[in-house]
């Protein structure tokens, strides 16, 4: 090969590269056009790209990362390894822990919010608060360089020193101070866990890793998937966050009772499996959290039950707006406990109730989301084998649209439906689509289809109104419903359902394009 | 001991003459470590080259001069270093009586470790990397430093004057071509 033509296979192969997968070979394809050698020799190559092969694969461990010579490896976790490493000058003795994110986490983008939070984390400067103390690239994966703390997580500590109930309180207390003065500098801990708070020899607290969830995690706000990559400890997370919802300091407040939980009555209230979604949204969000003083042991449960019990339970509350607004408010009752003075927590009573009731309700959603997903994929394959076959496809389209917008409303006004009303209308477009592709020369389709783009594309427009990527969707959307009105229009000029339809199109579409007017509403 | 850091400047600065007064000296701490490693026998030592020229250049670089971007050039030289060091010794395997026993044995050592690492043997490598040098210089060079320096990639851009994109998208492409040259 020559190297004019090695620089054109080449430039061809590393564009592929930065592609998914599933990509590559149709971009392949284009950026070949007629040149079938070339195309031919970069399919060769790429075939060589096996994510498992050992060729010549240098991700091993690091041994130097910029002054820092790593010792050894003293973790290894969901977001990579943790290494001991010691500043290689010698200057003065300083040792760091080095965690190294693992490849196929979005390394750029964590890199650009490791950039742009730095000076806010470098800021954090508390005595029970491990520092931030620099990041960089290694072998194009991020890496962060935290003070190192000898010690052991605070759960082991307390039970091995079998610690009284007041010094597990006072231990807390230093916790609630850290997490209180991020808080003031607003930054959230996003996964605070037994793990992330050692002890050291001296008996002071130390938290690891505040800020460095955030910096592994999509802005949810800005990307509202429900697969949006998770940067969470399930067994430790909120209900905000096991739904994708944004987070805010009522969140860490969730994650602090409970750790505190956990400390008093020595057992965690639930047990999360991570591999099993909708159970973990129904365990956390849903089911109601046992008193601590039922789980611990007899001894425990005495002490426990009365304040404790209802200190714990607020800062366990479902709804983030009935627990402690701040850690220093949790640490206050607890210290009012402490001193035998009368605590501000409240028991909940017919609220509790109330929220039992609403519970069960929103597990019912959950439950018919499913029962309604297999529905629909039964009903959309019935369609096209109906299809084929020239059975009553009409009728069997009529079933499944209905369904799917009677469901998708019928869960609007219910509190945390979100994930599933996206479900939903991920569902309705697929359905959508499939019927788009069937409907050339049936008018009477083609009118149905554009008042379903049209329901998405405004149910799109009023939920996402903030969001730039979802808004860009209800347009086109609402787009598709306009171009099959306008196609009904061209053969039927004077139809009149068509006509207001495409006036009603047209105002929607006015409103989803960001204009300050009124929204249609999704039942017009 | 001549100085390894005027030595690096110069070099950086063109002097091309630089390398080849640094060359022996870095060959010379490279054996010595070796065998210091060797008769350590640490179980958990794996006599891997690049760690052999990290802890060269610590010995040859005054402690407080130690800077990333030199290291990153130390490394590169270092790189051409091992390369040649560990050819010669694979090719005269057979014809190695004259050298010491423990020289013989550290430098066997050296060139396993980076065959496991790299899983192909070393004869193989070098000679697709001499037919990837004659369409393509620069990736033949990133081969080098990345596979017998053990740069990483931001260090192999330092060494090169290029942008660590660049390095990690020659880097891949090339890794696939010696993938399929070998195959």
């Given at each position: 090969m020559t190297s004019e033509r090695w620089t054109r296979v080449k430039q061809v192969l590393a564009d592929a590269l930065d592609l998914s997968r599933d990509q590559r070979d149709a971009f392949v394809d284009q950026a070949c056009g007629e040149d079938q050698d070339l195309r031919h020799e970069v399919l060769t190559l790429l075939r060589?790209?096996?994510?498992?092969?050992?060729?010549?694969?240098?991700?091993?461990?690091?041994?130097?990362l910029g002054p820092w010579r790593i010792v050894r490896e003293i973790g290894r976790g969901g977001m990579g390894a943790v290494y001991l490493a010691q500043r290689e000058d010698g200057q003065f003795e300083q040792r760091a822990a080095i965690k190294v994110i693992k490849r196929g986490m979005d390394s750029e983008a964590v890199l650009r919010r490791f950039y742009a939070e730095r000076q806010i984390l470098a800021r954090?400067?508390?005595?029970?608060i491990t520092r931030l103390l620099d990041g960089g690239l290694f072998d194009g994966r991020p890496y962060f360089v935290m003070e190192y703390v000898e010690g052991e997580p605070i759960l082991d500590y307390s039970s091995r020193h079998s610690l009284t109930l007041r010094d597990r309180v006072g231990l807390f207390l230093s916790v609630c101070d850290a997490v209180d003065y991020a808080h003031g500098n607003?930054?959230?801990?996003?996964?605070?866990k037994g793990g992330n708070i050692l002890v050291d020899s001296r008996g002071e607290v130390k938290l690891l890793d505040f800020g460095i969830a955030k910096l592994l995690t999509e802005d949810v706000a800005a990307e509202q998937t429900v697969n949006a990559a998770q940067a969470f400890t399930p067994q430790a997370a909120s209900p905000e966050q096991v739904k994708g919802e944004p987070l805010t300091t009522a969140s860490d407040i969730y994650s602090l009772g409970l750790l505190l939980y956990e400390l008093l009555a020595?057992?965690?209230p639930y047990r999360v499996q991570a591999n099993a979604p909708l159970e973990m949204v129904d365990l956390i969000c849903e089911r109601a959290v046992p008193r601590p003083s039922l789980l611990a042991g007899l001894a425990g449960a005495r002490v426990l039950r009365g304040d404790l019990d209802t200190i714990v339970l607020k800062a366990l509350?479902?709804?983030?707006?009935?627990?402690?607004?701040?850690a220093s408010d949790f640490a206050a009752d607890l210290r009012r406990y402490l001193e035998g003075r009368p605590i501000q927590a409240r028991p909940t009573g017919t609220a509790y109730r109330l929220r039992k009731f609403l519970s069960r309700h929103r597990r019912g959603v959950a439950a018919t989301v499913l029962v309604m997903l297999a529905v629909t994929a039964a009903i959309a394959d019935a369609i096209r084998q109906g299809r084929r076959a020239g059975r009553r496809f009409e009728e069997l389209h009529q079933l499944a649209g209905n369904f799917l917008f009677e469901f998708h409303d019928a869960i609007?006004?219910?509190?945390?439906?979100a994930p599933a009303r996206e479900l939903v209308e991920k569902r309705a477009l697929q359905y959508l689509d499939i019927l788009a592709r069937e409907s050339s020369g049936n008018l009477d389709l083609k009118r149905e289809l554009a008042e379903g783009y049209l329901r998405v594309g405004a149910a799109q427009g009023l939920v996402h109104e903030s969001n730039p990527a979802k808004a860009a969707e209800a347009r086109a959307n609402v787009e598709k419903a306009i171009a099959l009105l306008e196609q009904v229009l061209r053969a039927k000029p004077s139809d009149p359902t068509a006509t207001s339809d495409l006036a009603r199109a047209r105002l929607t579409l006015h409103s989803v394009s960001g204009s300050a007017g009124p929204h249609p509403t999704l039942s017009q | 001991m001549a100085d390894v850091v005027a030595l690096l400047e110069r070099w950086q600065r063109g002097d091309k003459s630089a390398l080849d007064e640094m060359l022996p000296e870095v060959y010379d701490e490279l054996k010595r470590l070796a065998r210091i490693y060797l008769s350590r026998e640490?179980?958990?030592?794996?006599?891997q080259p690049t760690e052999l020229v990290h802890e060269a250049y610590m010995r040859l670089v005054?402690?407080?001069?130690?800077d990333w971007r030199n290291r990153a050039h130390f490394l590169g030289v270092a790189a051409q270093v091992i390369r040649r060091v560990l050819l010669h010794h694979a090719e005269t395997r057979s014809a190695?009586?004259?050298?010491g026993y423990a020289n013989r044995v550290s430098l066997d050592a050296a060139l396993q470790c980076l065959e496991r690492d790299a899983t192909v043997d070393i004869l193989t490598l070098n000679g697709a990397m001499e037919r990837l040098a004659a369409i393509d210089p620069r990736q033949s060079q990133i081969v080098e430093l990345r596979v017998f320096?053990?740069?990483t990639v931001e260090e192999a851009a330092e060494v090169l004057s290029l942008s660590a994109t660049t390095v990690k998208r020659e880097w891949s492409v090339a890794r696939l071509w010696l993938r399929k040259e070998l195959t």
């Open positions: 060589g790209d096996e994510p498992d092969s050992n060729f010549l694969n240098l991700d091993r461990a690091p041994q130097r954090l400067q508390h005595p029970n607003l930054v959230l801990h996003r996964d605070l020595e057992k965690p509350e479902k709804d983030s707006s009935r627990r402690y607004s701040r609007a006004p219910l509190p945390g439906a | 640490r179980p958990d030592h794996s006599l005054s402690q407080r001069e130690v190695q009586k004259r050298e320096g053990g740069l």
